[in-house]
Protein backbone atom coordinates (compact mmCIF):
# COMPACT_ATOMS: atom_id res chain seq x y z
CA UNK A 1 0.00 0.00 0.00
CA UNK A 2 1.39 3.26 -0.99
CA UNK A 3 1.65 6.05 1.26
CA UNK A 4 -0.31 8.31 -0.53
CA UNK A 5 -3.28 7.09 -2.34
CA UNK A 6 -5.34 8.88 -5.70
CA UNK A 7 -8.73 7.76 -6.86
CA UNK A 8 -9.91 7.83 -9.84
CA UNK A 9 -6.74 7.32 -11.72
CA UNK A 10 -8.25 8.69 -15.15
CA UNK A 11 -11.28 10.96 -15.06
CA UNK A 12 -13.20 12.19 -18.28
CA UNK A 13 -15.78 14.74 -17.15
CA UNK A 14 -17.76 17.23 -19.36
CA UNK A 15 -18.55 20.78 -18.66
CA UNK A 16 -21.11 20.71 -17.13
CA UNK A 17 -20.62 17.68 -14.64
CA UNK A 18 -19.66 17.63 -10.86
CA UNK A 19 -17.26 15.18 -10.23
CA UNK A 20 -14.14 14.53 -7.37
CA UNK A 21 -11.33 13.59 -6.76
CA UNK A 22 -10.20 11.73 -3.49
CA UNK A 23 -7.14 11.50 -1.78
CA UNK A 24 -6.18 9.33 1.02
CA UNK A 25 -2.66 9.36 3.46
CA UNK A 26 -1.64 6.68 5.25
CA UNK A 27 1.41 8.19 6.95
CA UNK A 28 0.27 9.81 9.96
CA UNK A 29 0.90 13.13 8.28
CA UNK A 30 -1.12 16.47 9.34
CA UNK A 31 -0.50 19.00 6.15
CA UNK A 32 -2.18 18.20 2.47
CA UNK A 33 -1.70 19.43 -0.21
CA UNK A 34 -3.26 19.75 -4.09
CA UNK A 35 -1.36 20.34 -6.84
CA UNK A 36 -1.51 21.44 -10.41
CA UNK A 37 0.80 19.56 -13.65
CA UNK A 38 -0.02 20.76 -16.87
CA UNK A 39 1.86 19.94 -19.79
CA UNK A 40 5.57 21.64 -20.09
CA UNK A 41 4.64 23.86 -17.32
CA UNK A 42 5.79 23.60 -13.57
CA UNK A 43 4.01 22.02 -10.55
CA UNK A 44 1.22 25.01 -9.20
CA UNK A 45 0.16 24.67 -5.75
CA UNK A 46 -3.62 24.96 -5.61
CA UNK A 47 -4.54 24.62 -1.84
CA UNK A 48 -2.98 23.51 1.55
CA UNK A 49 -4.44 22.28 4.92
CA UNK A 50 -2.30 22.01 7.79
CA UNK A 51 -4.40 20.01 10.85
CA UNK A 52 -7.77 20.17 8.50
CA UNK A 53 -7.79 23.68 7.89
CA UNK A 54 -7.01 25.72 4.69
CA UNK A 55 -4.57 27.71 5.33
CA UNK A 56 -3.64 28.42 1.74
CA UNK A 57 -5.62 29.25 -1.45
CA UNK A 58 -3.33 29.78 -4.52
CA UNK A 59 -6.05 31.92 -6.60
CA UNK A 60 -7.70 29.12 -7.55
CA UNK A 61 -10.93 29.48 -9.07
CA UNK A 62 -14.16 28.64 -7.45
CA UNK A 63 -14.82 26.01 -9.73
CA UNK A 64 -11.99 23.86 -7.69
CA UNK A 65 -13.52 22.95 -4.18
CA UNK A 66 -11.39 21.44 -1.66
CA UNK A 67 -12.65 19.37 1.60
CA UNK A 68 -10.58 18.08 4.54
CA UNK A 69 -12.58 16.01 6.83
CA UNK A 70 -9.87 15.21 8.37
CA UNK A 71 -6.07 14.80 8.49
CA UNK A 72 -5.82 11.92 6.22
CA UNK A 73 -8.44 12.65 3.66
CA UNK A 74 -8.57 15.14 1.37
CA UNK A 75 -10.94 15.70 -2.10
CA UNK A 76 -10.99 18.36 -4.68
CA UNK A 77 -14.80 18.59 -6.02
CA UNK A 78 -15.14 19.58 -9.49
CA UNK A 79 -17.66 21.69 -11.20
CA UNK A 80 -18.33 23.69 -14.39
CA UNK A 81 -14.80 23.10 -15.53
CA UNK A 82 -13.17 24.08 -18.79
CA UNK A 83 -11.11 22.38 -21.59
CA UNK A 84 -8.12 24.38 -19.91
CA UNK A 85 -8.55 22.65 -16.64
CA UNK A 86 -7.10 19.40 -18.19
CA UNK A 87 -4.17 18.14 -16.11
CA UNK A 88 -2.61 16.18 -13.86
CA UNK A 89 -3.57 16.20 -10.35
CA UNK A 90 -1.21 15.37 -7.65
CA UNK A 91 -2.11 15.14 -3.85
CA UNK A 92 0.74 15.14 -1.58
CA UNK A 93 1.28 15.32 2.45
CA UNK A 94 4.07 15.90 4.94
CA UNK A 95 4.16 16.89 8.36
CA UNK A 96 3.97 20.42 9.95
CA UNK A 97 7.31 21.34 10.98
CA UNK A 98 8.07 23.87 14.32
CA UNK A 99 10.86 25.85 15.36
CA UNK A 100 12.93 23.05 16.87
CA UNK A 101 11.61 19.96 13.82
CA UNK A 102 11.40 21.51 10.53
CA UNK A 103 9.13 20.27 8.07
CA UNK A 104 10.71 17.50 5.88
CA UNK A 105 10.02 14.77 3.16
CA UNK A 106 6.43 15.55 0.88
CA UNK A 107 5.00 12.77 -0.37
CA UNK A 108 3.47 12.62 -3.56
CA UNK A 109 0.57 10.27 -4.97
CA UNK A 110 0.46 9.20 -8.49
CA UNK A 111 -2.27 11.53 -9.27
CA UNK A 112 -5.60 12.03 -11.13
CA UNK A 113 -5.55 12.47 -14.74
CA UNK A 114 -8.52 14.72 -15.54
CA UNK A 115 -9.76 15.38 -19.16
CA UNK A 116 -12.65 17.89 -19.26
CA UNK A 117 -14.52 17.86 -22.82
CA UNK B 1 9.44 35.38 -2.78
CA UNK B 2 11.59 31.69 -2.91
CA UNK B 3 12.64 30.78 -7.16
CA UNK B 4 13.77 27.71 -8.36
CA UNK B 5 15.70 26.87 -11.47
CA UNK B 6 16.69 23.80 -13.07
CA UNK B 7 19.40 23.49 -15.70
CA UNK B 8 19.33 22.15 -18.42
CA UNK B 9 15.63 21.49 -19.01
CA UNK B 10 16.59 18.96 -20.92
CA UNK B 11 19.42 16.45 -21.25
CA UNK B 12 19.73 13.46 -23.98
CA UNK B 13 22.85 11.12 -23.04
CA UNK B 14 24.44 7.89 -24.43
CA UNK B 15 24.13 4.61 -21.59
CA UNK B 16 27.15 4.47 -19.59
CA UNK B 17 27.48 8.42 -19.38
CA UNK B 18 27.92 9.98 -16.02
CA UNK B 19 26.19 12.98 -15.83
CA UNK B 20 25.36 16.41 -13.23
CA UNK B 21 21.33 18.18 -13.43
CA UNK B 22 21.55 21.37 -11.24
CA UNK B 23 19.12 23.37 -9.39
CA UNK B 24 19.48 26.78 -8.07
CA UNK B 25 17.75 28.85 -5.53
CA UNK B 26 17.64 32.29 -4.83
CA UNK B 27 16.79 32.58 -0.80
CA UNK B 28 19.11 30.44 0.91
CA UNK B 29 17.38 30.38 4.13
CA UNK B 30 15.42 26.65 3.45
CA UNK B 31 15.70 23.69 5.84
CA UNK B 32 15.76 21.08 3.29
CA UNK B 33 16.53 20.14 -0.43
CA UNK B 34 14.93 17.38 -1.89
CA UNK B 35 15.07 15.65 -5.69
CA UNK B 36 12.33 14.03 -6.78
CA UNK B 37 11.85 11.76 -10.18
CA UNK B 38 8.97 11.52 -12.12
CA UNK B 39 8.18 9.21 -14.73
CA UNK B 40 5.64 10.59 -17.70
CA UNK B 41 1.59 10.51 -16.04
CA UNK B 42 2.88 9.35 -12.73
CA UNK B 43 3.61 11.45 -9.25
CA UNK B 44 6.42 12.53 -7.79
CA UNK B 45 9.02 9.57 -6.35
CA UNK B 46 11.70 11.22 -3.68
CA UNK B 47 15.38 9.83 -4.63
CA UNK B 48 17.14 12.25 -1.98
CA UNK B 49 16.83 14.29 0.91
CA UNK B 50 19.10 17.06 2.13
CA UNK B 51 18.79 19.01 5.34
CA UNK B 52 20.05 22.18 5.25
CA UNK B 53 23.07 21.33 7.76
CA UNK B 54 24.30 19.07 5.61
CA UNK B 55 26.64 19.25 2.31
CA UNK B 56 25.79 15.87 0.57
CA UNK B 57 23.65 12.59 0.45
CA UNK B 58 24.13 9.31 -1.30
CA UNK B 59 21.91 6.23 -2.45
CA UNK B 60 23.52 3.76 -4.78
CA UNK B 61 24.34 5.71 -8.23
CA UNK B 62 23.28 8.89 -7.13
CA UNK B 63 25.00 11.90 -5.71
CA UNK B 64 23.28 15.26 -4.60
CA UNK B 65 25.25 17.62 -2.86
CA UNK B 66 23.88 21.08 -1.54
CA UNK B 67 25.49 24.46 -1.08
CA UNK B 68 23.11 26.33 1.14
CA UNK B 69 25.59 29.94 0.59
CA UNK B 70 25.77 29.83 -2.73
CA UNK B 71 21.79 28.66 -3.17
CA UNK B 72 23.08 25.93 -5.39
CA UNK B 73 22.17 21.71 -5.63
CA UNK B 74 23.81 19.10 -8.23
CA UNK B 75 22.31 15.63 -8.18
CA UNK B 76 24.75 13.47 -9.74
CA UNK B 77 24.18 10.10 -11.56
CA UNK B 78 27.03 7.60 -12.50
CA UNK B 79 27.23 5.10 -15.24
CA UNK B 80 23.35 6.21 -16.14
CA UNK B 81 20.94 3.52 -17.97
CA UNK B 82 17.93 3.66 -19.82
CA UNK B 83 15.60 3.09 -16.84
CA UNK B 84 17.04 6.70 -15.82
CA UNK B 85 15.07 8.31 -18.12
CA UNK B 86 12.31 10.40 -16.70
CA UNK B 87 11.78 14.18 -15.54
CA UNK B 88 14.06 15.10 -12.07
CA UNK B 89 12.71 17.96 -10.05
CA UNK B 90 14.60 19.90 -7.15
CA UNK B 91 12.25 21.27 -4.44
CA UNK B 92 13.45 23.53 -1.50
CA UNK B 93 10.84 23.56 1.60
CA UNK B 94 11.08 27.44 3.59
CA UNK B 95 8.99 28.19 6.75
CA UNK B 96 7.20 25.05 8.06
CA UNK B 97 5.65 23.37 5.42
CA UNK B 98 5.95 25.31 1.85
CA UNK B 99 7.56 23.40 -0.72
CA UNK B 100 9.32 25.43 -3.89
CA UNK B 101 9.51 23.75 -7.01
CA UNK B 102 11.95 24.35 -9.98
CA UNK B 103 10.31 23.22 -13.64
CA UNK B 104 12.37 20.04 -13.88
CA UNK B 105 15.11 18.49 -16.04
CA UNK B 106 13.84 16.10 -18.63
CA UNK B 107 16.59 13.62 -19.15
CA UNK B 108 16.86 10.52 -22.09
CA UNK B 109 19.43 8.05 -21.79
CA UNK B 110 19.93 6.28 -24.90
CA UNK B 111 20.62 2.94 -24.69
Known amino acids: ETGVTQTPRHLVMGMTNKKSLKCEQH?????MYWYKQSAKKPLELMFVYNFKEQTENNSVPSRFSPECPNSSHLFLHLHTLQPEDSALYLC????????????????FGEGSWLTVV | KQEVTQIPAALSVPEGENLVLNCSFTDSAIYNLQWFRQDPGKGLTSLLL?????REQTSGRLNASLDKSSGRSTLYIAASQPGDSATYLCAVSGNFNKFYFGSGTKLNVKP
Open chain 2, 50 to 54: IQSSQ
Open chain 1, 27 to 31: LGHNA
Open chain 1, 92 to 107: ASSQVGTVTLPGNTIY
